[in-house]
């Protein structure tokens, strides 16, 4: 089912993406804040610019943007797949618990903040170009990674990454050597059993935007994770 998005608000939008389920088309999209949020089992393709919360609370199915998407891609998202063809804006997967967010190139400030994982629901946030500030911070669980594509002169990461980190893994695909982290993470080169798991979550990835793995193999990985002196973790973690 195809929608016109043009002259409908996010909750009349909101409407007509349930009566058409499983599947439908968004065109016209004109920054609609909160499409799909909450839902699961459908299949969205949106041409446009989606707004603010895209797929907040997501519980299934997968959400296509043929474009770029605004700030909190995938807010609190519990499963399913969001799939960005351009950039997004900051906060992407703010508090995300569960599912996938694949963007092709790159995000604003903020990305995966509070980023949590529980029981079998390890989320999976990829990044192809580049990151913004305090990419990963408290983040609590999940796997970002940051693939480093297209981005010139540009560090893969900018400022204050992993910033109170307390589980989880960040993994860039660069040596970093101009890149500061704090001192509560470690901070190594990818081993045999890393790059397995990196193959693993690319090759979806890979499938969704064309491009090829072994290409994007062909690099060095840098692994973040929180230290055994984490400050943050007493915060977070039930004994």
Known sequence: MRIDAT???FSALNRAIRTSEPACEITGCLGQRFIAAGMDDIDVTIEGIPGNALGAYLNGGTITVRGNAQDA???????GRIVIHGNVGDAAGYA??????YIRKNAGYRAGIHMKAYRDKVPVMI?????GSFLGEYQAGGLILVLGLERGNRRIVHNFPCT???GGKMI????C???IFPSQVDVRKADEQDRAEIRAVLTPYCACFGLDLDDMMDAPFTVVTPSGTNPYQQLYIAN
Do not use: F, K, S, Y
Request: hydrophobic share 40%.
């Open 73 to 79: 891609v995938g807010d609190t998202m519990n499963a």
């Open 96 to 101: 995300m618990r569960g599912g996938e967010i």
């Open 177 to 179: 050597q101009d890149v």
């Open 172 to 175: 860039l695909r660069d040596e």
């Open 7 to 9: 002259e409908l608000d």
């Open 127 to 131: 990044i192809g170009g580049v990151a």
């Open 164 to 166: 109170g980190m307390h």
